[in-house]
């Protein structure tokens, strides 16, 4: 559910503003979803965030959140916050998706 949320953030926009048990469910995935699913984390071979810092769906602020979460569970990950909003994310495409490739070969 976590990457959906992440994935359809504008899906997610509409669901907290029409479905009333939305913000329950992002509360709950907030509040635990790392920590219960720790061992599967730390067995992934890359872990990454980011988000703009004028997001317009607020992902940076969640990008962050999970970031110190994964940080005080000692999984290691990377977080990047670049100057831009929600849109764009083709430019950045490229270098992420080498970098998925090394961790992958490994």
Same mark, same amino acid.
């Given at each position: 559910?976590?990457?959906?949320?992440?994935?359809?953030?504008?899906?997610?926009?509409?669901?907290?503003?029409?479905?009333?048990?939305?913000?329950?469910?992002?509360?709950?995935?907030?509040?635990?979803?790392?920590?219960?699913?720790?061992?599967?984390?730390?067995?992934?071979?890359?872990?990454? @965030?980011?988000?703009?810092?004028?997001?317009?769906?607020?992902? !940076?602020?969640?990008?962050? =959140?999970?970031?110190? *979460? %994964?940080? $005080?569970?000692?999984?290691?990950?990377? @977080?990047?916050?670049?100057?831009?909003?929600?849109?764009?994310? !083709?430019?950045?495409?490229? =270098?992420?998706?080498? *970098? %998925?490739? $090394?961790?992958?070969?490994?």
């Amino acid at each position: 559910m976590f990457g959906g949320l992440v994935s359809h953030a504008r899906d997610a926009l509409f669901e907290c503003s029409y479905q009333p048990l939305f913000p329950i469910a992002a509360r709950m995935l907030r509040d635990g979803m790392a920590a219960r699913h720790a061992d599967a984390l730390r067995a992934m071979r890359w872990v990454h @965030l980011d988000a703009g810092r004028q997001d317009e769906f607020y992902l !940076d602020l969640g990008a962050v =959140a999970l970031s110190d *979460e %994964l940080s $005080r569970l000692e999984i290691d990950h990377s @977080l990047e916050l670049f100057d831009g909003n929600h849109d764009g994310v !083709d430019r950045r495409m490229p =270098a992420a998706i080498r *970098e %998925l490739g $090394r961790a992958l070969q490994e």
